[in-house]
């Protein structure tokens, strides 16, 4: 379906993942019910680039983001880490997958053993991927600090004497103390007070131009992804419905579902959001509807939306959106 | 990493327990008490502690020496109560007695009234149906009971643990099994199995234990389980996960502390429990073998010679304030580890 594989510098990639939760079958032999959190995701990431993804709230997004790290295996697809296999990787060395990729958790406080100071948590990954100690340890751990704005001194305090931000920036430090090449980001400033939210982004394209990061931005905020990516993928019901370079999803929204995500954004000095009807929730996850997920709350539904599975090309470079009936189709992909 | 005698939170947890004046008294009371027993042979003995016999020092509660060093004739254990020997040791030196001048199996062949004899100065709190004293008996059996307890609750402690960790951290299939063998295992008849098990074994300290602990490690498994099975999704295990942490680490450094303060808060209450169980088997004759000393032993003396009620009355207070004690101490163990006062 993609293009991606035939480009060197893609680092990360996705192929046809599912993952389903429940299914098999019950003492008796009754069939369980399984709930679809990830219905066949392609995506790919280039090396030093950062892909947004959007959705709303249980489209799949940290499901996704969980088996990006590894900690937590598609139940169909693979996703390959510079050409290896993820599930081979984690076979092999827990350890070296965990030096290459790295997770950053949407609540920086609980992302944080409460009964450990901050210079326990850091020194972790650096005693145990890194195989620092001592004076090297300590060194490094004042460098992370240093690296994310905080003072050294904090590294003897306990998560609840953070505010959430500090606890989001040591959440990131103990991240980079893996020396990771990507970062996956979940949410990572949606607990965050706004000035607060910048603060932590601005953070994050620093150390991503300083160490020559790969992100994966994870998020339901549209002017956050809007603010960090190259790339913006839309995911609506555990797939991605929409992808293209980043202001060319704002601008020229292909898919109804982004358009409706636009238009719902709250911004200053608009009144009177777009509502929807009573019907504008997901689909059932026990029971995906056939065809078009969005069909049954798309306006511009039409017959075949119901019968058939949009399809659609996402490339690195182009725009492109699984609907049948695009609001601006492309000219050139 | 900076060595913390006491880390703030602990810290504050002290405060808390000693806020609670009854369990903090509780404790002091307890450990007086626990620090006699352990002291027992310099308690109650019917041995002197010292013995100065002419030039020569001698421990005899540490050391036999044959009647000759005190200036018998024969060659055998030396008898102190033998009016000879006493005569002898006060013409050549002095003897410093333990203030109960009685061991728990040592039967008073002096006394003149029929047994079990009432409370007098001899005996404190009067002999048994033996013509044993009782308050020997008690210090012996408070400290059994104790030792006991605290091994049981150990043990079954640490297993406990280990299987509700296991089950709650995997969860899933290894849960639903485990789950239901505990369900099988706690639904067998306790007591009849341990009277069969009594009955093909002598019953020793470290039998009963063993078959105890068959039965006890039970009681912190589902608490345990219910914590992992809580924290196995919060974040910063994941984040740990993510870090490429085994299983076991993960366990041991992140979940466990942070389940050890239900479990803890519940260790009191677990020590009760045991202690009451070798009483009560000791009760019905099933536990330590005839002749040590144990509460539950004296509790059915009392029962069988309700014309001495020193025997009953003895056990019954010695194991309600050893209960009430212990209760007193878990309450304020909770106080100090609840999470509402701490942070």
């Known amino acids: 379906m993609s293009d991606a594989s035939h480009v060197s510098d893609v680092v990360l990639q996705t192929r046809d993942l599912v993952r389903t939760f429940g299914g098999g079958r019950t003492l008796f032999g009754g069939q369980k019910p399984t709930v679809y959190a990830v219905r066949g995701i392609d ?92 004076d090297a340890l ?130 200053p000095g608009k009144r009177g959001l777009t509502v929807e009807d009573a019907s504008a929730e997901l689909p059932d996850p026990l029971s995906p509807p056939p065809g078009c997920a969005f069909a049954p709350r798309c306006p511009r539904a039409q017959d075949d939306c119901v019968a058939k599975v949009p399809d659609a090309q996402y490339g690195l470079e182009n725009h492109d959106a699984a609907c049948f009936h695009p609001l601006n189709p492309v000219t050139s992909a | 990493m900076p060595n913390i005698i006491l880390s703030p939170l602990n810290k504050r947890r002290m405060v808390n327990f000693r806020a609670n004046k009854r369990g903090y008294w509780s404790l002091v009371i307890f450990a007086i008490l626990f620090v006699i027993c352990l002291a027992a042979e310099f308690v109650a003995n019917d041995k002197p502690i010292f013995v100065k016999f002419d030039d020569n020092w001698y421990v005899p509660i540490l050391s036999d020496h044959p009647e000759t060093a005190y200036g018998g004739d024969f060659d055998v254990e030396t008898d102190f109560y033998d009016p000879y020997i006493l005569g002898k040791i006060e013409d050549h030196g002095f003897a410093i007695w333990p203030p109960i001048p009685f061991s728990y199996n040592t039967i008073d062949f002096q006394m003149r009234e029929p047994q079990p004899a009432s409370p007098s100065a001899r005996h404190w709190l009067g002999t048994d149906d033996l013509g044993r004293d009782v308050l020997a008996r008690l210090i012996y059996g408070f400290r059994i009971s104790i030792l006991f307890g605290l091994a049981l609750t150990a043990i079954s402690s640490v297993i406990g643990i280990a299987a509700g960790a296991v089950q709650g951290y995997f969860g899933g299939w290894v849960d639903l099994g485990a789950q239901r063998v505990i369900e099988i295992w706690s639904g067998l008849p306790q007591l009849f199995i341990l009277i069969i098990l009594a009955s093909l074994f002598a019953p020793g300290f470290w039998t009963l234990l063993f078959i105890l602990v068959l039965f006890s490690w039970m009681s912190l498994t589902g608490l345990v389980r219910a914590e992992f099975l809580r924290a196995r999704n919060l974040e910063y295990v994941r984040a740990a996960r993510a870090l490429g942490m085994t299983d076991t680490r993960i366990m041991y450094r992140h979940v466990l502390p942070n389940a050890m303060v239900a479990t803890i808060t519940f260790l009191p209450f677990v020590l009760n429990g045991s202690i009451v169980a070798l009483t009560s088997l000791d009760f019905l004759g099933l536990g330590m073998p005839p002749g040590s000393p144990s509460l539950g032993e004296l509790l059915a003396q009392g029962k069988n010679n309700l014309q001495a009620p020193w025997l009953g009355l003895t056990a019954f207070f010695a194991i309600a304030l050893m209960l009430s004690l212990l209760i007193f101490i878990g309450e304020a163990v909770r106080d100090a580890f609840d999470p509402r006062k701490t942070f």
């Open chain 1, 138 to 267: 300590n060194q490094r751990m004042a460098e992370l600090m240093d690296a994310v704005n905080l003072r050294p001194e904090f590294l003897d305090r306990y998560p609840h004497e953070f505010s959430g931000g500090q606890a989001q920036r040591v959440g990131i430090a103990r991240a980079l103390a893996a020396e990771p090449e990507i970062i996956v980001l979940d949410e990572p400033v949606s607990a965050l007070d706004v000035s607060v939210q910048a603060q932590v982004l601005n953070l994050l394209a620093d150390l991503k131009k300083k160490f020559g990061l790969t992100y994966v931005f994870i998020s339901h905020d549209l002017s956050v992804v809007e603010a960090v990516s190259d790339r913006v993928a839309v995911m609506y019901f555990g797939r991605v419905v929409e992808q293209a370079k980043g202001r060319a999803l704002f601008d020229k929204p292909q898919h109804p579902y982004t358009r409706l995500l636009l238009d719902s954004a709250p911004v």
């Open chain 1, 43 to 134: 995506v790919a990431v280039r090396k030093g680039e950062t892909l947004g993804i959007v959705g709303e709230s249980g489209c799949g997004k940290s499901t996704l983001a969980r088996m990006l790290v590894g900690l937590d295996r598609p139940t169909e697809g693979n996703i390959t880490l510079t050409g290896s296999d993820m599930n081979d990787l984690i076979a092999r060395d827990r350890h070296a997958l965990s030096r290459r990729i790295q997770y950053v958790f949407q609540d920086p406080i609980s992302s944080l053993n409460p009964r450990k100071l901050i210079r326990e948590t850091l020194a972790a990954p650096l005693r145990y991927l890194r195989g620092l100690s001592g």
